[in-house]
């Protein structure tokens, strides 16, 4: 990236953009940590009907990805972050008039959803546009812990907004994330600038850069490493968040409580923030890729055995913590490895098929693990989840031995 183009701004942009990713995130959840009995109670609803609530964001994710990822590419990530920040905006402020109506509030909460793709699918095409080579693994690692951030606040703050099931609570709760759902969509609608300054002829070429078409966007799949990556986020976002579903059930089941169990999610996020932030900045700092993902994901696999084999509070909250560590970390290594593979131009396109397949995966393993405890808990009565922990141990492995098949791609793009 030429020097001009080197203003302090960018880091505007990445902050306004990391606020709509907290948004998202804070919406998608922001039901999860009161569902029993807070929100059965308000809506006399069963449990899974309130998990709807939340399953429809990956669930509406898949469909909308692919055309979200094409929008970004061919209008700039400016336009497709503001079409998503204006959709959750909007209806986080139409939820707040849902009432004591389920069917109402499961609407508005699915057509907010469809805005997180948007959201998402941008953050490589951001980086690659503001940041020289040497910041983008570490400008993506900011950008995506926006997302780890937004996870935090729904699931610490909603409790305690919501702590007895009150429609008048939950009603102010709903006020208070459309204040910040319309602040955040504000913000970056009004801050962000869809390019840095430019001499006329290096924005004559970015323009040409931009105009792409599907057989561009088709191109990218005759690459073996991009195929390996759509397998990776398949299998490490899939298994992730499967396992933060299950977390509280799994660790109940032996005997912590639901504040252990609570704690112990919080540690992995946490763990995941400060990961976002150190490994990527490495990863620049030394221009390789490859070898910190197979780091993330080996240390990922020692973690996930460990939390399969024990009960003890302190080595489940340091075991945690390294998980969220390394394995969050691998996300923004992977989605800038990702675009330096296809090239800038179709870098939104590429991040929409990799969301595409980590929500996928996502859906598959929840169903997944469920299926395997359901099959499994009489061999272990005192932990009926230890076979589907150890299923996606075994996932991550595979995982890892994927990423030997990658070539390092930070050296050349460098060059």
């Known amino acids: 990236m030429k020097k001009a183009a080197l203003s302090s701004y960018r880091w505007v942009v990445l902050f306004t953009y990391m606020l709509v990713a907290v948004v998202s995130q804070i919406l998608w959840l922001n039901f999860a940590p009161i569902t029993r009995p807070i929100m059965t109670s308000i809506f006399g609803v069963t449990e899974s009907d309130v998990g ?29 972050v503001s079409i998503g920040a204006l959709m959750m905006a909007v209806f986080a402020v139409l939820r707040i008039f849902s009432g004591e109506n389920f069917t109402l509030l499961l609407i508005f909460q699915s057509c907010a959803a469809l805005g997180q793709p948007f959201v998402f699918n941008a953050i490589s095409k951001l980086v690659t546009v503001w940041f020289p080579f040497e910041e983008r693994a570490l400008a993506t690692g900011i950008g995506v812990m926006g997302q780890y951030i937004g996870m935090i606040v729904a699931m610490m703050l909603t409790p305690f907004l919501v702590p007895a099931p009150d429609i008048a609570l939950l009603t102010n709760m709903l006020m208070i994330y459309a204040a910040i759902s319309l602040t955040g969509a504000v913000l970056f609608i009004a801050l962000a600038k869809e390019k840095p300054k430019l001499s006329k002829d290096e924005t004559s070429k970015e323009e040409a850069k931009a105009s792409i078409s599907l057989r561009d966007i ?59 932030l150190v490994i990527p900045g490495l990863s620049d700092r030394t221009a390789r890729r490859k070898p910190f993902i197979i780091i993330d994901l080996a240390v990922a696999a020692a973690m996930l055995y460990l939390l399969a084999e024990t009960s003890s509070f302190p080595i489940l909250a340091a075991a945690g913590f ?16 990702s675009a330096e593979i296809v090239g800038s ?48 141990f075994i996932f991550d492995v595979i995982a890892l031995m994927l990423c030997l098949l990658l070539r390092e791609t930070a050296k050349s793009t460098k060059g």
């Open 52 to 80: 709807l609530l939340s399953m429809v964001w990956p669930l509406l994710f898949i469909p909308v990805s692919i055309p979200a990822g094409i929008i970004i590419d061919k209008k700039g990530f400016k336009f497709g």
């Open 218 to 276: 088709k191109g990218f799949f005759g690459k073996k490493d991009f195929i390996i990556f759509e397998a990776l986020f398949f299998i490490g976002v899939g298994l992730f968040t499967a396992l933060l579903t299950w977390l509280e059930t799994i660790l109940n089941a032996r005997g912590l409580t639901v504040t252990d169990a609570g704690l112990i999610g919080g540690v992995i996020i946490i763990g995941g923030i400060f990961g976002s």
């Open 322 to 337: 390294i998980l969220g560590f390394f394995l969050m970390s691998a996300l923004p290594i992977g989605l800038e490895m």
């Open 345 to 392: 131009a179709v870098a939104g396109s590429a991040s929409s098929f990799l969301w595409l397949f980590s929500q996928a995966g996502s859906v598959i393993f929840i169903l997944f693990m469920d299926a395997v405890k359901s099959a499994t808990e009489s061999l272990y009565p005192s932990n009926p989840y230890y076979l589907s922990v150890m299923s996606i």
